[in-house]
């Protein structure tokens, strides 16, 4: 294919410039002009008057305002640098390559005459406006927006006898960069342009059937969720676009480009850069971001619940580029195994400033020899937390330690003598092992593990006593006459700790409520609303974990942006009376609980 054939090819299937009259699309190809950015050059800087308009051919350039801030990405078939051109102003924006990319310009005076078609016009004067929602980086609770929102166009679906030519022309036609396979009604499968991408790497011929290439049983997403939940399944699915469901028939769809538009500054930019770093520092500089992003999140008033997880899902992320950064420098592992989250983290609960806990179950194929490489791994992984701003957990409850490293028959009989014999040690260690997640790895070992406790727990009522019993040796931070208890001296003197004296006994209670039932949920309030299912009055101590997480978020924004590190430690003197109320009311609900734990678990005739 000629250059000036591949040129025109490329533009007509994207706007602006399918909006040209018929025949101006290939005099408008001969006057691009090829450029080649290496990663990380800098293509645009703000304060410069841009001489052309670019077009990314291939590759991603990341941009960023003045302050630093990052603002947004363009890929394929993105323009930028018209902005300025037509507004003649210097660009507010810094524009970097973040990896090869090529790139066709367009030099002034061909924007002069794009904007003088008023199809064109209209499209950059919406992109200017795309500019002007990055200057403002308030705006509402976009996270809550309802799927059915998002979905802009009928469903572009084709037939399951269809081939693989067949679907990609129907992409091209409807430009698409995914097409919904269909049997009859029903959703068979996916086909995007990764799944093309794969199939011409490998040079499958166009008459495949596409059932041979395309993705099946694709992750849906139903028209009632919201935005957030599109956001969240992207990052842990790690794709791109979302069949949306109105029962079992297909509506539409949503990708990360739907998301982005409603969000700039979109956590996925976080996860997205998380898997382009190749060292530590790079992954540390990303995750520096972090704080910025839930502080964002509390000014569109999104839940304390909503933030901690989406937190989480970005931690995730970071957890497992250092594995893949440490297999790579390692070498494939000599037996399977899975790394596993453990505490707030792995009930994605986890706020500002947390240390890190975690595990290690070992395929039971693993032998002595093994040891030195699961050793040197974690030890890595740990130590590149740390430089992430993760700090080792003092208890000591991470995979460098060996006991917290070991085969899955080794953790089977650990959990069973835990049971058996419930020591202060065990049920401090066994509750932190409770809250258990994987990250990484063959999770069918995570899975076997939490089945077989489970399955023991619900039986196990001398243990259970245990727990209830250290459960209540926690002390709320609320006097007899509702006043607060706060500390008396050191460098927390007037203030009191909301997580071990409000947030970690719920956390403590609704463990304890679902390990009696063997219920397999994780997170607080997903055990909450279960245990609430089998009688358990659970109302109040719902509201209360939203309103102590709020609460503790809230003071750890305020923290970070005056500079400091971020901790539980709050003044009450510092909240309005109306805080102050509330902050007696959900403490007050807590011991109330407690209370109620003893009654159930007979804890006083527990020695």
């Known amino acids: 294919m000629s250059e000036l054939a591949e040129v025109t090819q490329f533009l007509a299937a994207r706007e602006p410039w399918s909006l040209l009259p018929p025949g101006r699309l290939a005099h408008y190809a001969r006057l691009a002009v090829g450029r080649y950015a290496r990663r990380g050059s800098v293509i645009l800087s703000a304060g410069d008057q841009p001489t052309a308009m670019f077009v990314v051919r291939s590759g991603v350039v990341e941009i960023v305002d003045a302050a630093g801030a990052l603002v947004d990405h363009d890929e394929e078939g993105a323009c930028f640098g018209q902005s300025s051109i037509i507004e003649q102003r210097p660009s507010r924006f810094t524009f970097t390559a973040v990896e090869d990319t090529l790139l066709w310009a367009f030099d002034r005076d061909v924007v002069g005459e794009l904007v003088a078609i008023p199809e064109v016009r209209r499209y950059f004067t919406e992109?200017?406006?795309a500019d002007a929602t990055r200057r403002e980086p308030e705006g509402g609770p976009i996270l809550q927006v309802p799927v059915r929102d998002m979905v802009t166009r009928d469903p572009i679906g084709i037939r399951t006898d269809a081939t693989v030519g067949e679907a990609a022309q129907a992409m091209d036609d409807a430009r698409v960069s995914s097409i919904l396979v269909l049997d009859g009604d029903r959703l068979a499968g996916i086909l995007t342009d990764r799944d093309l991408r794969r199939v011409v790497a490998r040079a499958v011929p166009p008459s495949t059937p596409l059932t041979e290439v395309m993705s099946h049983e694709p992750f849906t997403i139903g028209e009632d969720a919201l935005a957030l939940d599109v956001l969240l399944s992207l990052v842990e699915h790690r794709i791109h676009h979302l069949p949306v469901m109105a029962g079992d028939r297909v509506v539409g769809m949503v990708t990360s480009g739907d998301l982005m538009r409603l969000e700039r500054s979109s956590p996925l930019y976080i996860v997205g850069d998380l898997a382009r770093q190749s060292d530590v520092a790079g992954l540390?500089?990303?995750?520096?971001?972090?704080?910025?992003?839930?502080?964002?999140?509390l000014r569109q008033d999104a839940t304390a619940e909503d933030i901690t997880r989406i937190v989480s899902r970005t931690t995730d992320a970071l957890w497992q580029r250092l594995l893949d950064l440490a297999e790579r420098r390692l070498g494939p592992p000599p037996v399977p195994y899975c790394w596993v989250a453990l505490g707030s983290l792995a009930r994605q609960e986890q706020a500002l400033g947390s240390d890190q806990d975690h595990a290690m179950i070992l395929h039971d194929d693993a032998r002595p020899d093994h040891e030195p490489y699961f050793a040197e791994l974690?030890?890595?992984?740990?130590t590149a937390l740390a430089e992430c701003g993760f700090p080792r957990c003092k208890g000591g409850a991470m995979a460098t330690t060996p006991r917290w490293r070991r085969p899955l028959a080794g953790w089977l009989r650990e959990f069973a003598d835990w049971l058996a014999a419930p020591t202060s040690e065990a049920v401090l260690n066994s509750s932190i092992f409770f809250d258990m997640r994987p990250v990484y790895g063959d999770r069918s070992l995570a899975d076997a593990l939490q089945r077989r406790v489970l399955a023991a727990t619900p039986s196990s009522s001398r243990f259970l006593g245990h727990l209830a019993r250290h459960v209540n040796?926690?002390?709320v931070p609320i006097g007899f006459l509702r006043g607060f208890v706060v500390e008396k001296k050191g460098r927390h003197r007037d203030r009191l700790d909301i997580k071990l004296g409000g947030i970690n006994p719920i956390v403590d209670i609704a463990r304890v409520h679902a390990l009696?039932?063997?219920?397999?949920?994780?997170?607080?309030?997903?055990?909450?609303?279960?245990?609430g299912?089998?009688?358990?009055?659970v109302a109040n101590l719902l509201d209360a974990h939203e309103f102590l997480g709020y609460t503790r978020l809230q003071h750890q924004g305020r923290l970070v942006a005056s500079g400091a590190e971020p901790d539980n430690f709050i003044a009450p003197d510092e909240l309005s009376e109306f805080e102050r109320r509330h902050l007696r009311d959900a403490f007050t609900i807590v011991a109330k609980a407690q209370t109620a734990l003893t009654v159930t678990f007979q804890t006083q005739f527990i020695s």
Do not use: F, N
Not at 284 to 297: F, N, Q, T, Y
Not at 518 to 529: D, E, K, N
């Open 516 to 531: 009696h039932r063997g219920l397999p949920q994780i997170s607080t309030r997903a055990r909450l609303l279960a245990v």
């Open 284 to 297: 540390a500089h990303v995750m520096g971001r972090v704080p910025r992003l839930a502080d964002r999140l």
């Open 127 to 129: 992109s200017r406006l």
């Open 473 to 475: 040796d926690t002390e």
């Open 378 to 382: 974690a030890e890595y992984v740990t």
């Open 533 to 537: 299912q089998h009688g358990v009055d």
